[in-house]
């Protein structure tokens, strides 16, 4: 059938009423206004300005403009979008948005993506502070164990590094109580009269012991004196008790390398009072400083000491300090009797 142009040209206007047509082409070759979409374009309409007048589409065409109004009005509140206000006879083509300051100053910040080409820079944080160190104390030496003495006489004896100790007591009754075998009544002197002094000295083993004597009160204090002068020269005593220990058995007490002084008793092979009888005597390491006479030693262990050698350890010679030590107090020594050699005796009497 032919169909003349104004036939096509209704034709074609009745689909762009319809909403079947698209962008419409300029005849002369340039792209007309493509929508695609009402709120994407800012701009609600049909075609461009030329073909929307109502005076060539008549009521119908109104009707149908209407409707796509208000369907883009509805599709723009929905989407949170405020479509532009439009006029008749107003272009369908969109308008750039505005880049106003107000429109800046209320648009969120965009933070632009990291670069991955660029390592991040790590946050700087504070350097760890490290506690001042502080010296140590010094550590305190290890305790060492005080040298122990070797015994030697006072020739060439080493420093004495220990305290000398002493007291003298009373003989009260606890102290009686342990002298019912060398003292009983009847004895020269009371107990009154008696004193019980302790001294320190040094043992055959090389270590300090703490020995006991009963004398005369007279002779307490000088008799300390002795003996503190012997531990100054660390003349060796084996060992000194009080003559009970052994029954006052001078014997037994001589067979132990006894050191004693008080015994209730009379001289040996006589039968007056011995000078140990009245606490005036002293007899020091019997076993090295026996008695010796015509009859025989005593102790008899005394018997491989009367050839006197001054090596010897608690052996007294003459000129060795126990000799001076008694002859400073003005007491005598049994080595220099004229008859018979009592090594082991000193004496405020000198018998």
Known sequence: MDVSGAGRRRDEEHQVGRGVLGPEVDPAGHGGHHHTGLCDAGVLGVGNGDDASPARYGSRV?????????????????????PPAVS?????TSSPPSSSTSSAATAPAVMAAPDPAVPPVPKATAAPTRPARTAPAPAAPPATAAPVPTPATAAGAPPVTEPF???????????????????????????????????????????????????????????VRVFERLFLA???????????????DDDRSMAANNTSAFNCRSATGSTRWSEHAYGSAVDVN????????????????????????????????????????????GW???????SGKDYQHFSASGR
């Open 62 to 82: 109104l009707l149908v403009v209407a409707a796509l109004l208000a369907l883009g009005m509805a599709a723009c509140s929905s989407s949170g979008q405020q």
């Open 88 to 92: 008749a006879g107003a272009s369908t």
């Open 165 to 223: 100790e002493s007291s003298v007591l009373v003989i009260d009754d606890a102290i009686a109580a342990r002298m019912t075998a060398s003292w009983r009544p009847g004895c020269p002197v009371g107990l009154e009269d008696l004193r019980l002094v302790t001294v320190s000295h040094w043992g055959f083993d090389g270590r300090p012991q703490v020995g006991e004597l009963v004398v005369h009160v007279r002779s307490a204090d000088a008799l």
């Open 234 to 248: 660390r003349f060796p005593i084996e060992r000194m008790r009080l003559v009970d220990e052994y029954g006052a």
């Open 286 to 329: 019997p076993v090295q400083n026996p008695y010796v006479t015509r009859s025989g030693v005593s102790p008899p262990a005394g018997a491989a000491y009367t050839a006197r050698n001054a090596a010897t350890p608690g052996l007294i010679t003459r000129d060795g300090p126990v000799v001076a030590a008694f002859a400073a107090i």
């Open 332 to 338: 005598g020594w049994g080595g220099s009797w004229s």
